[in-house]
């Protein structure tokens, strides 16, 4: 079970692995306990960066059977849900911040046979997932405004991971929170008390080798 709100995984963002080895770095984050592949989706216009397409996801399959959790930060979300899940991706995630009709996007996800996960922004309020909680499969806060690797985790973001964990106690729905930004070994321990049980990590495992042993830690860190 990928999404399972009893237990963390850790996801290790490409966005901060050698582009030129990109096989060989999947290999090492799996061998070194990985859960999910997190993969950066950056169109240039809803966030200054460009990263990579579903081609580029459809060659980096074959490295490994772990999960892969496409994380969409792109103006026009509906034309590349199709896309992705035929080049492989598992899981994707939408932000509730890009235009279009964020339910119809979801139910997309969802009959195309992927995971539907929405995405929140740092000054985002969580009080825009309260209609759709039937429509997710897991919610992915942002601890740092999206485009980049290696920033600062923003604090409020403990605040909204608390509010948002009680939000979904009350309402009955035991959906995983995802969180991506600025987290590692450090604030594993705060963040997951928190609420957070899918862990995105970018420059944390990949500015600190050896992979292994920043993923060792942060399992270790994590509090359930
Ligand atoms: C930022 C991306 C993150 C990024 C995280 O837009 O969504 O996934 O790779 O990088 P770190 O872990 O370095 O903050
Ligand atoms: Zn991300």
Redesign the pocket.
Known sequence: MILDPNSVSIAP?L??ADFSRLCEEIARIDRGGADII?L?IMDGHF?PNITFGPPIVAKIRSCTELPFDA?L?VQSPDQFVEPFIDAGVDMISVHLESPGHLQRTLALIRDKGAKAGVVLNPATSIEGLRYILDDLDYILI?S?N??????AFIPSTIQKLQDLSNMLHEAGKPIPIQL????GPANTAEVTIAGARIL?????IFGNPPYEEVIRQMKEAAVV
């Open positions: 963002s966005l901060s997190h950066d966030v994380h930060m942002m740092v999206p485009g980049f690797g290696g920033q991506d930004g600025g987290v995105v990590a970018g420059s944390a």
